[in-house]
């Protein structure tokens, strides 16, 4: 199938091999889409607006004639599943949650992990969305803001680190005696932010 439209993505997104892309996809910059994310503008268009990820094993789709938008620093969690919705400026959507058909998810609002939200859904900025069915059960507070926004900064921080060096090897048969760890990075789970900062 050749439609004529293909995707674009800007020259300082990094795409993981493993991801893919099909049809009407718009990648702004300095985007991650990593390993097995699969984002099909076969129907309808894909939008993934600058600096936001979208993590191994998600699936954005919509169905023809409406478009499936991750606005600016959108930061999708590993294996959710966007189809036909609308992920708001700087929010989060966790793992494997589930956003449907033309669900507003407000800016700045977080979703948590392995939540539904039934389509036509319209969150106000700054919420906290959890649960099958999802519902709002606060605001989300200027710290937990400010630990999204941090954990973004990492994944667009691991887009510019991936652009200019990761290069496909074939492992090794036996871990080395002196093995490096990697880079350490102070980002923490949402759980320890909040016990840290009581």
């Not at 309808?44 to 699936?59: L, T």
């Amino acid at each position: 199938m050749n439609s004529g439209v293909y995707t674009r993505c800007a020259e300082d997104t990094y795409v993981h091999p493993r991801a893919v892309l099909i049809g009407n996809v718009i990648l702004g910059h300095g985007c991650y889409i990593g390993p097995g994310a699969s984002l099909r503008g076969d129907f309808g268009r894909i939008v993934i607006g600058d600096g936001a990820n979208v993590q191994d094993n998600c699936i954005v789709h919509s169905f023809p004639g409406r478009d499936a938008v991750v606005e600016t620093d959108g930061h999708i969690g590993h294996g959710a599943i966007l189809h036909g919705c609308t992920v708001g400026r700087n929010a989060l959507v966790g793992m494997n949650a589930v956003i449907m058909d033309g669900v507003e998810l407000g800016a700045e609002s977080i979703v948590g992990a392995q939540a539904f939200l039934r389509g036509e859904t319209v969150i106000p900025p700054r919420s906290m969305v959890v649960g099958s069915p999802a519902k709002v059960i606060r605001e989300v507070s200027e710290k937990e803001i400010a630990w999204k926004t941090r954990g973004t900064a990492e994944y667009q921080q691991l887009a510019r680190d991936c652009l200019a060096g990761l290069t496909p090897v074939e492992p090794l048969k036996a871990v080395e005696a002196d093995r490096p760890g990697m880079a350490a990075s102070d980002v923490v789970s949402i759980q320890e932010a909040r016990r840290t900062s009581s």
